[in-house]
């Protein structure tokens, strides 16, 4: 073997092994458009594959790795719970929301049935009805008849009620009767009181109730409620009205037709034929309404063209004839209360006219004034009566002396005057205010008058000219104040009302409607000339001595 | 002979007379029964010799007022298993020979 040979063989060689391909080129260029030159690029691939092997890891819950698993005795219910940690949402990323927007589907069941011709079940089916809708039909009779059965019971024990009633109200002719004991139950207090009543000439036993308030500020919705006396559970008729009522009258003639004033300054027409809630006729801001509260109305007799009217007086110190128009409610001015020395307008309270002397009639006042008018002088008054000196409550003329006229006010007293002389020809101290006052439609000489302490005081002049013949407190607690009175026009019966709203009916003793008593078997006269004459013959006492005919 | 083809015209008759419309079964509420009735009444009335557009009526109107998936079966003779939301079924005869029955499946 040579030697240098040998010597070759032992000489060392050194092999690095870099990171660096040795076949990657390294002189790359590339021109920089930056620096407007070409620039050696540094960084070339310097990877080359030398060798690959696939992983022999498995994916745990692959097939591959249960068997694997089952090879290497590990039971598959044992293997390490793995924790998946919720994903933390983007909060802000709408997709990665979790969605709970899954509705249950609704409820769900199953039919079958089956339709052939060929088994008639269609026509079996039709069938059974048939016979089913016969037999109900029976069965509705009976029940039908079994529900008669029960209306005419309860009917019967409606009638006995009302037979009692009436038997009660039909007895006001008799005294010392089982009857005079008879005293309906009180229903605990309502809001509204009674501010205004009104019988019906025509039917007796009938007679229109108006509900409002008299306070100030406990002014709200009123009522108009027509009651039989036969039944004093339930009104024949009732209207809710929105302001409460403060007057009312029934026509004469027409006694379907009520006219009603409200504390807004509405009149109104209410017609109970027809079945409406609403009045027939309502004045509103552009006919004429008045701006203060309505304190009377009266009903007219047709005027010439044959049209219903009727007055009413109000606290804006107007006097206004209404009169109804095919549909509308007409107005005129008759009078305004200025108080001619000075230059206000006086409140109307209250107004009444003459039984015979139609243009007659007569205003009271705010002020305590009395002022006798006529239809036919809108300008100035016939005459004015200092009367009280508080507010006028009622004026009232005399059914049948045509010169006297009576009034009450709340300064206690009452006070009957005969319209020619200015001074009053009685005055009576009722010691409380009188609210109201009525004469009576069967004599001339008797009164009865209510005052706020809760008592009627009926005055007969013939039997005494001083003092009340009956002083009655008619309603239980003190404290209710009566607001009205008016006579029954045929019957000897009374109705009162009071503030809390209720209504009495009372039937008037027999020595308040006694007749003047004659000798055994004469007839004593009767009539309307009776009646002046004797009127007559009270007020010829009290006049200045050269009236007196001697 | 005679007796028997007189019986047959008599229970025809009877058929005829007797032909209104019966709420075979229903668990509808009131209003949509009468509702479904009356509007089945009329579909068969209006095509009294089509049921097929009498269907068609009757559902496309039952889609529009109660909402869409309403199926509608008329016919003389048919047998029939059917799931349907609950209120929603009405099974009734009517013409004496029309068995018509509506439902709805979503």
């Not at chain 1, 990171?19 to 540094?42: D, G």
């Not at chain 1, 403060?246 to 027809?274: M, P, T």
């Not at chain 1, 706020?452 to 009340?468: M, Q, W």
């Amino acid at each position: 073997i040579p030697l240098g040979f040998c010597l070759e063989l032992k000489e060392e060689i050194t092999r690095i092994l870099t990171a660096n391909n040795p076949h990657a080129p390294q002189n790359i260029v590339r021109f920089s458009f930056k620096e407007r030159s070409f620039k050696p690029i540094s960084v070339v691939d310097q990877m080359t594959v030398h060798f690959v092997l696939e992983s022999t890891l498995l994916h745990q819950d692959s097939d591959e790795a249960r068997r694997l698993r089952i090879k290497e005795g590990l039971s598959e219910g044992k293997h390490i719970p793995t924790f998946q940690e919720p994903k933390l949402t983007n909060q802000f990323n709408f997709s990665e929301r979790e969605r709970h927007c899954q509705t249950e589907p609704p409820p769900r069941s199953s039919f079958s049935a089956t339709a052939n011709q060929v088994l008639d079940i269609i026509y079996d089916a039709l069938l059974e009805e048939l016979q089913k809708q016969e037999q109900n039909k029976e069965k509705q009779k009976a029940t039908t008849q079994k529900k008669e059965d029960e209306k005419s019971k309860k009917k019967i024990m409606l009638l006995r009620r009302s037979d009692d009633i009436t038997k009660v109200r039909s007895n006001f002719k008799y005294f010392e009767d089982a009857s005079d004991e008879f005293r309906e139950q009180e229903e605990p207090s309502k809001s509204l009181s009674v501010t205004a009543l009104c019988w019906n000439d025509k039917y007796n036993d009938i007679f229109a109730v108006g509900m409002g308030s008299y306070d100030f500020s406990k002014q709200g919705s009123g009522m108009l409620i027509i009651y039989s006396l036969k039944n004093s559970a339930f009104p024949e008729y009732y209207y809710s009205t929105t302001s409460g009522i403060l007057c009312l009258d029934i026509h004469k003639q027409h006694s379907y037709l009520v006219a009603v004033g409200f504390y807004d300054g509405c009149v109104a027409v209410y017609n109970l034929k027809r079945e409406r809630a609403e009045p027939v006729y309502k004045s509103n801001a552009n006919t004429g309404k008045h701006t203060d509260p309505v304190w009377q109305v009266r009903w007219q007799n047709d005027d010439m063209d044959n049209n219903r009217n009727f007055y009413s007086v109000s606290s804006d110190g107007r006097v206004v004839s209404w009169t109804l128009v095919k549909n509308e409610l007409v107005f005129t001015d008759i009078i305004t209360l200025t108080v001619w020395h000075f230059l206000y307008t006086a409140c109307g309270t209250s107004l009444d006219f003459h039984k015979h002397i139609e243009y007659l009639f007569l205003v009271g006042t705010e002020e305590g004034k009395i002022h006798k008018c006529s239809k036919t002088y809108s300008s100035q008054f016939l005459d004015t009566y200092d009367a009280h000196s508080m507010p006028v409550d009622a004026v009232k003329w005399n059914h049948f002396h045509p010169k006297v006229f009576i009034s009450c006010s709340s300064d206690w007293t009452v006070k009957i005057w005969d319209h020619t002389v200015s001074t009053p020809m009685f005055t009576f101290d009722l010691s409380s205010a009188v609210a109201d006052v009525a004469w009576s439609p069967y004599s001339s000489t008797v009164f009865a008058a209510v005052t706020t302490d809760g008592r009627v005081h009926v005055f007969d002049l013939s039997v005494n000219k001083y003092e009340a013949i009956c002083k009655q407190p008619v309603v239980a607690k003190k404290k209710t104040k009566l607001t009205h009175i008016e006579f029954n026009p045929l019957h000897p019966i009374i109705i009162v009302g009071d503030d809390r709203g209720y209504v009495t009916s009372l039937k008037l003793s027999p020595n308040l409607r006694k007749k003047p008593k004659g000798k055994k078997g004469q007839e004593l006269p009767k009539g309307p000339e009776v009646e002046v004459a004797k009127m007559e013959k009270l007020l010829s006492l009290l006049r200045e001595p050269e009236h007196i005919t001697f | 002979m005679a007796g028997t083809g007189e019986g047959k015209k008599e229970e025809a008759d009877y058929k005829r007379l007797h032909s209104f419309p019966l709420i075979r079964h229903t668990d509808m509420p009131e209003e949509m029964r009468v509702e479904t009735m009356e509007l089945c009444v009329t579909a068969c009335e209006k095509f009294a010799t089509n049921n097929e557009s009498a269907a068609k009526m009757i559902k496309e109107s039952m889609d529009k007022k109660f909402g869409s998936s309403w199926h509608v079966v008329i016919g003389e003779g048919f047998g029939f298993e059917v799931t349907h939301e609950v209120k929603n079924l009405l099974y009734m005869f009517f013409g004496g020979s029309l068995a018509v029955c509506v439902w709805k499946c979503s």
